[in-house]
């Protein structure tokens, strides 16, 4: 029997209720091109950092310390909750081997690109923003491949051959 090869995607996209409000983004065409092919290692950073769910909506914001992850509605900070967690992550999802990541768009911390980022006072600066996890997993592995949902399916065959 071949051995499967691991990639890690954020969890919500497999169907898991891990989303801010409680909901999910599955997006099954994923689940259908590559079930038979990889072992999925699904990770959600929000969740997974003690964030809970739901919570509240979070947003990047640039300030003098960089882009940071605040509560919309109350401005508060989790980036360092964030970046503690997504430290172990990184070295845990080196040690499983993974071999690609596939992150959902437009999150404050699995968005590859085009995240809305924001100033302190709320203006947009536009789409011009990388989540946290998804900047600190292409850091690490500058050569591995990572796509976002809307990729499918035409990197399909590149995460697998």
Same mark, same amino acid.
């Given at each position: 029997m071949q051995r499967k090869i691991k990639i890690g995607i954020s969890a919500c996209l497999?169907?898991?209720n891990c989303r801010y409000n409680g909901c999910t983004k599955?997006?099954?065409?994923?689940?259908?091109?590559?079930?038979?092919?990889?072992?999925?290692?699904?990770v959600c950073p929000?969740?997974?950092?003690?964030?809970?769910?739901?919570?509240?909506?979070?947003?990047?914001?640039?300030?003098?310390?960089?882009?940071?992850?605040?509560v919309i509605e109350t401005g508060e900070d989790k980036t360092d909750v964030l970046l503690?967690?997504?430290?172990?992550?990184?070295?845990?999802?080196?040690?499983?081997?993974?071999?690609a990541f596939i992150f959902k768009a437009r999150s404050p911390s699995c968005g590859l690109r085009n995240v809305e980022l924001f100033t302190p006072g709320g203006r947009s600066l536009g789409p011009v923003g990388?989540?946290?996890?998804?900047?600190?997993?292409?850091?690490? /592995? *500058? $050569?591995?491949t990572f796509c976002e949902e809307g990729d /499918? *399916? $035409?990197i399909a065959e590149k995460l697998v051959y």
């Open positions: 497999l169907g898991v599955a997006c099954p065409m994923i689940y259908d091109l590559l079930k038979d092919k990889v072992q999925f290692i699904p929000e969740y997974n950092c003690g964030l809970g769910m739901p919570r509240p909506p979070m947003r990047l914001e640039t300030s003098a310390k960089g882009t940071r992850v605040k503690d967690w997504i430290n172990v992550e990184v070295k845990l999802l080196e040690r499983a081997g993974i071999a990388q989540g946290l996890f998804a900047a600190a997993m292409k850091r690490k /592995f *500058p $050569e591995m /499918f *399916p $035409e």
